[in-house]
């Protein structure tokens, strides 16, 4: 159709649900404060979130910790490592080294 933007990029495939997932999909809900529901595109199909639910995951944690306590944690993977080393811990991931993260490609 003319106008309409189509995306050449191949969806990711390390990661299975993302493999699995087809790429034509869209779909957005917003909830408000006062329960609001606000829908559209293929909200019935459920989608893996991924790195959506970092904003959440450091919301709760600062709601319930603090600020500081996210601000201490940023840049650093589960490994206690910083998000761009290419350091990868004795056995972890079986001697495979792990896939650098992609913003710091």
């Known amino acids: 159709m003319p106008g309409t933007r189509r995306s050449t990029k191949v969806p990711t495939d390390y990661i ?3 493999a699995e997932t087809p790429s034509d999909l ?4 917003i909830v408000t404060r006062d329960g609001k529901v ?10 893996s979130i ?3 639910s970092k904003p959440f995951t450091a919301a709760l944690v600062m709601s319930e910790q603090s600020p500081e306590v ?6 650093v993977e589960p490994t206690g490592l910083p998000s761009n080393s290419n350091r ?18």
């Open 88 to 105: 990868t811990p004795a056995g972890l991931h079986h001697g495979r080294r792990r896939a650098r993260h992609p913003c710091w490609l």
């Open 16 to 18: 299975p649900i993302l």
């Open 38 to 47: 606000y829908a559209a595109g293929d909200v019935d199909y459920e989608f």
């Open 50 to 52: 991924q790195s959506v």
């Open 70 to 75: 996210v601000r201490e944690k940023i840049g």
């Open 26 to 29: 869209f779909g957005l809900v």
